[in-house]
Protein backbone atom coordinates (compact mmCIF):
# COMPACT_ATOMS: atom_id res chain seq x y z
CA UNK A 1 0.00 0.00 0.00
CA UNK A 2 1.24 3.53 -1.00
CA UNK A 3 1.39 5.64 2.44
CA UNK A 4 1.85 9.63 2.14
CA UNK A 5 3.49 11.79 5.01
CA UNK A 6 4.87 14.97 5.25
CA UNK A 7 8.65 14.74 4.84
CA UNK A 8 11.43 16.14 7.40
CA UNK A 9 15.26 16.97 7.95
CA UNK A 10 15.59 13.39 7.75
CA UNK A 11 14.10 13.02 3.92
CA UNK A 12 16.72 15.45 2.15
CA UNK A 13 18.88 12.48 0.76
CA UNK A 14 15.81 10.10 -0.50
CA UNK A 15 14.10 13.14 -1.85
CA UNK A 16 16.98 14.62 -4.02
CA UNK A 17 17.41 10.84 -5.04
CA UNK A 18 14.12 11.13 -7.17
CA UNK A 19 14.09 14.33 -7.51
CA UNK A 20 17.61 13.76 -9.56
CA UNK A 21 16.32 10.67 -11.17
CA UNK A 22 13.29 12.32 -12.03
CA UNK A 23 14.95 15.57 -14.00
CA UNK A 24 17.32 13.00 -15.70
CA UNK A 25 14.36 11.06 -17.30
CA UNK A 26 12.14 13.86 -18.02
CA UNK A 27 13.61 16.74 -18.48
CA UNK A 28 17.12 16.24 -21.02
CA UNK A 29 17.04 18.45 -24.14
CA UNK A 30 15.51 21.72 -21.87
CA UNK A 31 18.18 20.97 -19.08
CA UNK A 32 21.56 20.44 -20.29
CA UNK A 33 23.45 16.76 -20.33
CA UNK A 34 26.58 17.93 -17.90
CA UNK A 35 24.48 19.13 -15.73
CA UNK A 36 21.72 16.19 -15.23
CA UNK A 37 24.67 13.78 -15.45
CA UNK A 38 27.48 15.50 -13.20
CA UNK A 39 25.99 18.28 -11.19
CA UNK A 40 22.65 17.25 -10.75
CA UNK A 41 23.28 14.96 -7.38
CA UNK A 42 25.25 17.36 -5.25
CA UNK A 43 23.02 20.73 -6.82
CA UNK A 44 19.51 18.77 -5.28
CA UNK A 45 21.06 17.40 -2.20
CA UNK A 46 21.95 20.80 -1.01
CA UNK A 47 18.66 22.00 -1.87
CA UNK A 48 16.92 20.02 -0.15
CA UNK A 49 19.03 19.76 3.57
CA UNK A 50 18.33 23.50 3.12
CA UNK A 51 14.77 23.19 2.26
CA UNK A 52 13.65 20.70 4.71
CA UNK A 53 15.92 22.33 7.31
CA UNK A 54 13.76 25.21 6.93
CA UNK A 55 10.48 24.78 6.01
CA UNK A 56 9.25 27.98 6.43
CA UNK A 57 5.99 28.78 3.97
CA UNK A 58 6.35 25.57 2.43
CA UNK A 59 5.11 21.84 2.53
CA UNK A 60 6.79 18.53 0.90
CA UNK A 61 4.63 15.43 0.78
CA UNK A 62 6.48 12.50 -0.06
CA UNK A 63 4.78 8.59 -0.75
CA UNK A 64 6.26 5.80 0.42
CA UNK A 65 5.68 1.82 -0.81
CA UNK A 66 7.50 -0.75 1.10
CA UNK A 67 9.75 2.01 2.97
CA UNK A 68 10.74 2.87 -0.31
CA UNK A 69 10.09 7.03 -1.15
CA UNK A 70 8.13 6.77 -4.48
CA UNK A 71 6.94 10.59 -5.04
CA UNK A 72 7.06 13.95 -3.99
CA UNK A 73 5.47 17.21 -4.27
CA UNK A 74 6.90 20.42 -2.78
CA UNK A 75 4.47 23.38 -2.25
CA UNK A 76 5.38 27.40 -1.97
CA UNK A 77 2.63 29.36 -0.42
CA UNK A 78 1.73 32.94 -0.95
CA UNK A 79 3.95 32.61 -4.24
CA UNK A 80 2.40 34.76 -6.43
CA UNK A 81 -0.07 37.73 -6.06
CA UNK A 82 -2.38 36.33 -8.43
CA UNK A 83 -1.85 32.83 -8.89
CA UNK A 84 -1.11 32.04 -5.20
CA UNK A 85 0.62 28.76 -4.39
CA UNK A 86 3.29 27.37 -6.66
CA UNK A 87 3.64 23.59 -6.85
CA UNK A 88 7.64 23.52 -7.18
CA UNK A 89 8.13 20.17 -7.54
CA UNK A 90 6.20 17.33 -8.42
CA UNK A 91 7.37 13.49 -9.59
CA UNK A 92 6.26 10.15 -9.17
CA UNK A 93 9.01 7.53 -9.35
CA UNK A 94 8.77 5.97 -13.04
CA UNK A 95 7.96 2.76 -12.76
CA UNK A 96 4.99 3.70 -10.54
CA UNK A 97 3.17 6.20 -12.53
CA UNK A 98 0.24 6.07 -14.31
CA UNK A 99 -1.50 4.53 -10.78
CA UNK A 100 -3.00 7.44 -9.08
CA UNK A 101 0.00 8.46 -7.03
CA UNK A 102 0.62 11.73 -8.23
CA UNK A 103 -3.33 12.69 -8.34
CA UNK A 104 -3.11 11.91 -4.55
CA UNK A 105 0.21 13.69 -4.10
CA UNK A 106 -1.43 17.15 -6.20
CA UNK A 107 -4.45 16.37 -3.75
CA UNK A 108 -3.21 16.16 -0.50
CA UNK A 109 -0.61 19.35 -1.34
CA UNK A 110 -3.66 21.06 -2.38
CA UNK A 111 -5.42 20.28 1.42
CA UNK A 112 -2.98 22.67 2.62
CA UNK A 113 -3.92 25.94 0.76
CA UNK A 114 -5.82 28.34 2.38
CA UNK A 115 -7.82 31.14 0.56
CA UNK A 116 -5.37 31.14 -2.70
CA UNK A 117 -5.21 29.51 -6.25
CA UNK A 118 -2.57 27.78 -6.85
CA UNK A 119 -0.61 27.34 -10.11
CA UNK A 120 3.09 25.52 -11.40
CA UNK A 121 5.25 25.31 -13.94
CA UNK A 122 5.49 22.55 -16.88
CA UNK A 123 8.32 22.33 -19.40
CA UNK A 124 6.66 22.36 -22.51
CA UNK A 125 8.35 19.49 -23.88
CA UNK A 126 6.36 17.73 -20.84
CA UNK A 127 3.30 16.73 -22.68
CA UNK A 128 2.70 13.64 -20.60
CA UNK A 129 2.43 16.21 -17.44
CA UNK A 130 0.33 18.52 -19.31
CA UNK A 131 -2.08 15.63 -20.12
CA UNK A 132 -2.02 14.96 -16.06
CA UNK A 133 -2.86 18.35 -15.45
CA UNK A 134 -6.02 18.82 -17.94
CA UNK A 135 -7.07 15.67 -16.43
CA UNK A 136 -7.06 17.47 -12.93
CA UNK A 137 -8.61 20.43 -14.07
CA UNK A 138 -5.93 22.96 -14.53
CA UNK A 139 -6.15 25.85 -16.52
CA UNK A 140 -3.25 26.74 -19.09
CA UNK A 141 -2.10 29.82 -18.86
CA UNK A 142 1.08 31.96 -19.93
CA UNK A 143 4.30 30.44 -20.71
CA UNK A 144 7.85 32.12 -19.78
CA UNK A 145 11.36 31.07 -20.33
CA UNK A 146 12.85 28.07 -18.06
CA UNK A 147 14.32 29.92 -15.08
CA UNK A 148 18.25 28.21 -15.14
CA UNK A 149 18.94 26.30 -12.22
CA UNK A 150 20.88 27.86 -9.78
CA UNK A 151 20.41 31.07 -12.05
CA UNK A 152 23.31 29.47 -14.27
CA UNK A 153 22.46 29.78 -17.97
CA UNK A 154 24.74 27.02 -18.97
CA UNK A 155 22.89 24.37 -17.45
CA UNK A 156 19.96 24.87 -20.25
CA UNK A 157 20.28 24.09 -23.73
CA UNK A 158 19.26 27.27 -25.18
CA UNK A 159 16.20 29.04 -23.63
CA UNK A 160 13.46 26.32 -23.16
CA UNK A 161 9.79 27.20 -22.46
CA UNK A 162 7.40 26.69 -19.54
CA UNK A 163 3.66 26.96 -19.26
CA UNK A 164 1.50 27.89 -16.46
CA UNK A 165 -0.81 25.65 -14.99
CA UNK A 166 -3.16 26.64 -12.48
CA UNK A 167 -6.38 25.78 -10.24
CA UNK A 168 -7.82 29.33 -8.81
CA UNK A 169 -9.92 26.44 -6.53
CA UNK A 170 -7.53 24.30 -5.26
CA UNK A 171 -10.43 22.76 -3.40
CA UNK A 172 -11.31 20.91 -6.80
CA UNK A 173 -8.08 19.12 -6.40
CA UNK A 174 -8.71 17.55 -3.38
CA UNK A 175 -12.52 16.30 -4.29
CA UNK A 176 -11.85 15.21 -8.22
C1 LIG B 1 3.23 13.90 -14.06
C2 LIG B 1 3.15 12.91 -12.90
C3 LIG B 1 3.46 13.64 -11.58
C4 LIG B 1 1.70 12.36 -12.84
O1 LIG B 1 1.62 11.42 -11.78
P1 LIG B 1 1.04 9.95 -12.04
O2 LIG B 1 0.99 9.24 -10.75
O3 LIG B 1 1.80 9.33 -13.14
O4 LIG B 1 -0.45 10.31 -12.58
P2 LIG B 1 -1.85 9.62 -12.21
O5 LIG B 1 -1.72 8.14 -12.26
O6 LIG B 1 -2.37 10.21 -10.95
O7 LIG B 1 -2.69 10.13 -13.48
C5 LIG B 1 -4.01 10.57 -13.39
C6 LIG B 1 -4.53 10.88 -14.78
O8 LIG B 1 -3.75 11.89 -15.43
C7 LIG B 1 -3.70 11.60 -16.84
N1 LIG B 1 -2.32 11.26 -17.21
C8 LIG B 1 -1.29 10.96 -16.37
N2 LIG B 1 -0.16 10.69 -17.07
C9 LIG B 1 -0.50 10.80 -18.36
C10 LIG B 1 0.22 10.62 -19.56
N3 LIG B 1 1.51 10.26 -19.57
N4 LIG B 1 -0.44 10.81 -20.74
C11 LIG B 1 -1.75 11.14 -20.76
N5 LIG B 1 -2.49 11.32 -19.63
C12 LIG B 1 -1.87 11.16 -18.46
C13 LIG B 1 -4.60 10.42 -17.07
O9 LIG B 1 -5.92 10.90 -17.29
C14 LIG B 1 -4.51 9.71 -15.73
O10 LIG B 1 -5.60 8.86 -15.47
P3 LIG B 1 -5.59 7.36 -16.09
O11 LIG B 1 -4.24 6.75 -15.82
O12 LIG B 1 -6.72 6.70 -15.35
O13 LIG B 1 -5.85 7.55 -17.56
C15 LIG B 1 4.11 11.70 -13.07
O14 LIG B 1 3.76 10.99 -14.23
C16 LIG B 1 5.57 12.07 -13.11
O15 LIG B 1 6.23 12.09 -12.08
N6 LIG B 1 6.12 12.35 -14.29
C17 LIG B 1 7.53 12.64 -14.43
C18 LIG B 1 7.95 13.91 -13.74
C19 LIG B 1 7.14 15.08 -14.20
O16 LIG B 1 6.93 15.29 -15.38
N7 LIG B 1 6.68 15.88 -13.21
C20 LIG B 1 5.93 17.07 -13.48
C21 LIG B 1 6.86 18.21 -13.59
S1 LIG B 1 5.98 19.74 -13.91
Redo the contacts with the bound molecule.
Keep these: MTTFRIAGADDAAAVAELHGD ?1 WRR ?1 YRGAYADPFLDDEVPEYLAALWAKRLAVREGTVTTVAEYDGQLVGLSHIVFDADPKYGALVDN ?3 RAPL ?7 RLLALTAEHVRGTGLY ?4 EQ ?1 T ?2 Q ?2 YE ?2 GGIRGDSQHVPPPGGQPRRLNGQPVCLRYYWPDPATLTTS
Design positions: SHLHVKRQGIGTLWVLNAAAFAR
